[in-house]
């Protein structure tokens, strides 16, 4: 249960592009333009339920994409993302 509660909050950082609008001279301006992919917020689960480590998982999120990918590759038959 606390994986889907981690899950839902990180999802509610993914970076959006909303409220964003160009202007006469041609500059798009963005309210919100930084946040936490997609990749991340899947790396940070994966490593944290293998792990049980937040140094790991904050280190797998840096690298997001490329652990996720190693984690399909490298998981156990009883393992879930």
């Given at each position: 249960m606390n994986?889907?509660?981690?899950?839902?909050?990180?999802?509610f950082v993914v970076p959006l592009e909303c409220y964003s609008h160009e202007s006469s001279n041609g500059i798009r301006n963005t309210a919100i333009?930084?946040?936490?992919?997609?990749?991340t917020v899947l790396a940070v689960v994966a490593s944290w339920e293998r792990n049980k480590s937040v140094l790991l998982a904050f280190l797998h999120g840096?690298?997001?994409?490329?652990?996720?990918?190693?984690?399909?590759?490298?998981?156990?038959?009883?393992?879930?993302?």
């Open positions: 994986k889907i509660k981690l899950m839902l909050i990180l999802l333009s930084s946040g936490i992919s997609l990749g840096i690298f997001s994409w490329l652990y996720v990918i190693y984690f399909v590759l490298t998981r156990k038959p009883g393992e879930k993302l």
